[in-house]
């Protein structure tokens, strides 16, 4: 059974910086994808960010310039950085991982909350 864990949100204030991490328990090579997701309060989920294993990335409009995602193999971690954070970037942050075959499934973590006060 695959487990994401991930970690490092907090409060911040508007203009700060944080950075998530989001450790899988085999290696990050096993999937075609990893990203993260948000969800706000009384909103849907949503994509932030993602990078493939051939390390192409793709970023909501939303996050564009200020955050970045990647990956450290030898950790099977992948981190998220986030810059210049405003309020509306307040969400609970999900780590995700998807694979391929046999057939497509996918993973989440357990999610970290993620505030940023104006």
């Known amino acids: 059974q695959v487990r994401l864990v991930e970690s490092g949100g907090g409060l911040v204030q508007a203009g700060g910086s944080l950075r998530l991490s989001c450790s899988a328990s085999?290696?990050?090579?096993?999937?075609?994808?990893m990203g993260w997701h948000r969800q706000a309060p009384g909103k849907q989920r949503e994509f932030v960010a993602h990078?493939?294993?051939?390390?192409?990335?793709m970023y909501a409009d939303s996050v564009k310039g200020r955050f970045t995602i990647s990956r450290d193999s030898a950790e099977n971690t992948v981190y998220l950085q986030m810059n210049s954070l405003k309020p509306e970037d307040t969400a609970v942050y999900y780590c995700?991982?998807?694979?391929?075959?046999?057939?497509?499934?996918?993973?989440w973590g357990q999610g970290t909350q993620v505030t940023v006060s104006s």
């Open positions: 995700n991982a998807h694979r391929i075959a046999p057939w497509p499934r996918d993973w």
């Open positions: 085999e290696s990050i090579f096993s999937f075609n994808a």
């Open positions: 990078i493939t294993n051939g390390d192409n990335t």
